[in-house]
């Protein structure tokens, strides 16, 4: 169970955001070990163009070099913090959201509190 898009209707559903109430980071678990990062941590991702917080999945079939970040999450667990806001001149449509990132790990929130 997820969100669809932008989140902007599932997020309004109580299951799905129960089910699925964070932003989470994707990521291999060698690459995870390097970063210091095991599975459920928080981690903090950052670009050139900024700083978005998630929790640390691991998956065994994630490229050693690749991390991936849903973009269905706002403020600081926005994935369009890290990437560029360009838009195509005619259709204005986003660029693809490709973005190179440092992940490292990041402070837990209080008890109970989502970012």
């Known amino acids: ?3 669809y898009q932008s989140g902007a209707q599932t997020r309004r559903v109580p299951e799905l955001l129960n089910a699925q109430p964070c932003a989470y980071v994707e990521v291999h678990p060698d690459t995870a070990a ?4 095991a599975h459920g941590d928080w981690a903090h991702l950052t670009s050139r163009r900024g700083t978005t917080l998630a929790r640390v999945r691991l998956d065994t079939t994630a490229r050693l070099d690749t991390v991936f970040l849903p973009f269905h999450y706002p403020g600081a667990q926005a994935a369009n913090n890290l990437t560029h806001p ?3 001149p005619i ?9 190179a990132v440092r992940l490292e790990p990041a402070p837990h929130p209080p008890t109970g509190e989502t970012p």
Do not use: C, T, W, Y
Not at 34 to 37: D, I, K, N, S
Not at 91 to 99: A, D, G, L, Q, T
């Open 1 to 3: 169970m997820g969100h």
């Open 34 to 37: 390097r970063a210091g990062l």
């Open 86 to 88: 360009a838009l195509d």
């Open 91 to 99: 259709s204005r449509m986003p660029e693809f959201k490709v973005s």
